[in-house]
């Protein structure tokens, strides 16, 4: 099948094109993320999901070459966004390993709860948001997202803003405790 004919079978979202779609580009954007997240399992997932959501947002593409940039840049746009999620998590641990005094039950669950309801709230950021509120909590500095991401340091410093204004009502009541324990562990 030629670049144009598959080009206008995934447009009408053919399980041909599709098949031919893992066939051709599977293996190839398994070992280009694998180098990035360094696990092929991860990668494999990765690879896949973006497949799928190709498939349910029904994604139609202009020419081959749209569509070669869009497969490598979404499959990238996820591994990172993988990549932070567990550099988030990461730091939620260590965390929890700085913190040496032996917790009551309830203030683990507590503290526990409210990290798994902030890393859900994140989630739900928009991507550009996420990603830019996930860099500024490893330490980033705005003028360093901004150079990282090609876009304005006040872009930047919107998109936090806006990251926090989600999160404060997505979170509620919950955010204050947030604030407060990281106000008493960086004491």
Do not use: C
Request: glycine residues 2%; aromatic residues 10%.
């Amino acid at each position: 099948m030629s670049r144009e004919d598959f080009i206008q079978e995934l447009n009408s979202h053919s399980a041909r094109a599709y098949k031919q779609l893992y066939d051709e580009y599977y293996k190839a954007l398994v070992l280009y993320v694998d180098k990035i997240v360094d696990s092929e399992e991860g990668a494999e997932d990765i690879v896949q999901s973006v497949f799928v959501s190709m498939w349910e947002k029904k994604v139609v593409f202009a020419s081959y070459a749209a569509f070669t940039t869009y497969i490598y840049k979404a499959v990238r746009h996820v591994a990172f966004n993988v990549l932070r999620h567990k550099e988030v998590e990461q730091l939620y641990v260590q965390h929890l390993e700085n913190n040496s005094h032996d917790p009551e039950p309830d203030e683990v669950f507590d503290a526990e709860e409210v990290h798994r309801m902030l890393l859900q709230a994140i989630d739900q950021l928009t991507p550009r948001q996420r990603e830019i509120f996930l860099l500024r909590l490893s330490n980033k500095k705005n003028e360093e997202i901004a150079q990282m991401m090609d876009i304005s340091v006040e872009t930047v410093k919107t998109q936090v803003k806006r990251a926090l204004k989600t999160l404060r009502q997505l979170l509620g009541s919950y955010w204050m405790m947030l604030i407060i324990e990281t106000l008493t562990n960086n004491q």
